[in-house]
C-alpha cells in the first residue's frame, strides 16, 4: 500500500516527495531575467464560476500541462477570480501566493507587423 509521503516511514518516499517540490520550484520560480525568454502558459480564472476546489483542480491541470510542454505556468493579471470580488483585479493572487517568479507581462513581448503580412501573421513564436 501507498503512503502519503509526508506521514510514510519510508525514506525513499519522503526523497521522492522532495526531489518533486523542488522540480515544480525550480521550474516555476526562476530568476526574473530568465522569465523573459521562457515560453508560458497564462491561466485565466475570469468567468470560471465553479467551486473554489474545481478551480485548484483545473489550476493543476494547467500546471502538468505547462510542465509536459516545456513552458511556465502564470496566472493571468488582470483577471477576475470570482471569489475575490469586484474591488480585487489580481485574480488568484488576491488570496494565494503567485504560482510563479514569472508574470504575464513577461510573456507579452513587443512586435511590428508590416501591413502586406496581414492581422493574423504573429512573430512572437509559437
Given amino acids: 500500500p501507498l503512503r502519503a509521503a509526508r506521514g510514510g516511514r519510508d ?11 523542488r ?11 530568465a522569465c523573459r525568454g521562457a515560453r508560458m502558459m497564462v491561466f ?12 485548484v483542480h483545473w489550476l493543476t491541470v494547467a500546471l502538468s500541462y505547462s510542465l509536459l510542454t ?5 496566472t493571468a493579471n488582470p483577471d477576475r477570480f470570482n471569489y475575490a470580488g469586484s ?3 489580481q485574480g488568484w493572487e ?16 513587443p512586435y511590428t507587423v508590416d501591413i502586406e503580412a496581414g492581422p493574423r501573421k504573429d512573430f512572437r513564436g509559437d
Fill in 87 to 89: 474591488d480585487c483585479t
Fill in 23 to 33: 522540480l515544480l520550484f525550480e521550474h516555476q520560480f526562476r530568476a526574473r531575467a
Fill in 44 to 55: 485565466s480564472l475570469d468567468r470560471a464560476y465553479w467551486g473554489l476546489a474545481a478551480n
Fill in 94 to 109: 488576491c488570496y494565494f501566493q503567485p504560482v510563479s517568479s514569472c508574470v504575464e507581462a513577461d510573456s507579452w513581448q
Fill in 70 to 74: 516545456g513552458r511556465v505556468l502564470v
Fill in 11 to 21: 525514506p525513499l518516499e519522503r526523497a521522492d516527495a522532495d526531489a518533486a517540490q
